[in-house]
């Protein structure tokens, strides 16, 4: 059996973000599930010295809460981050975790990528709608910040980034939406969050 990452980043459990969490938990059968919630596990998003990065040393030993983390990366196949979209971006203690975990010298800055290997799936929700986002292209701006800045960067080329849009508005459509996300990646479905018919699909969340 393969393992799975679930990383979920919202203050509140009855958050609408936490419930598609529960959800996508239930699709990834096939599965074990390793559920990270950045808050109920009090991570803290502060980077301090311990974990700043030694451009001198990528074999810098991090500190105990980050190594720990780190270990669960290794031990995944399949990463799947559930975020709330706040102003356009990462929540902070998200934007936290990745500043202090993928860090140098294990995320990136090796000759083979110690995480080449795994399939990650981004999944944000939005609180405006579709064509808000397209107008300006913030949609573009996180999906590339998300796959190239820091999946790609990191050596993941199997990467999907899905958002959910219109939350605000509709939640109980929102959560339709994120099953039907789910459903299609599931099943595999293209990278960028839109629909292309012609296009074979990758693997989606499906076990290798």
């Known amino acids: 059996m393969e393992n799975?990452?679930?990383?979920?980043?919202?203050p509140?459990?009855?958050?609408?973000t936490a419930e598609v969490a529960g959800r996508t938990s239930q699709r990834l059968t096939g599965y074990d599930v390793d559920v990270l919630d950045l808050y109920a596990e009090g991570f803290d998003p502060r980077l301090t010295p311990p974990d700043e990065p030694d451009w001198?040393?990528?074999d810098k030993v991090y500190s105990a809460e980050v190594r720990e983390h780190m270990r669960r990366i290794d031990a995944a196949d399949l990463i799947v981050v559930v975020f709330p979209v706040w102003w356009y971006g990462l929540p902070a203690i998200l934007k936290g975790w990745i500043d202090r975990v993928w860090n140098y010298g294990f995320a990136y800055g090796r000759s083979k990528a110690r995480l080449g290997e795994k399939r990650m799936l981004w999944l944000g929700l939005a609180g405006e709608s579709q064509e808000s986002y397209a107008e300006h292209g913030l949609n573009d701006m996180l999906s590339r910040q998300l796959q190239i800045g820091?999946?790609?960067y990191c050596g993941i080329e199997d990467v999907s980034v899905r958002f959910i849009y219109g939350t605000v508005e509709n939640g109980s459509a929102a959560l339709a939406a994120a099953d039907n996300a789910l459903a299609e990646?599931?099943?595999?479905a293209p990278r960028d969050g839109h629909e292309q018919p012609g296009r074979t699909p990758d693997h989606g969340l499906a076990p290798q």
Not at 12 to 16: E, G, P, Q, T
Request: proline share 0%; charged share 25%.
């Open 185 to 188: 990646l599931t099943r595999g």
């Open 4 to 10: 799975a990452l679930l990383v979920v980043a919202h």
């Open 150 to 152: 820091i999946s790609n």
């Open 56 to 58: 001198t040393d990528r």
């Open 12 to 16: 509140r459990r009855d958050s609408l």
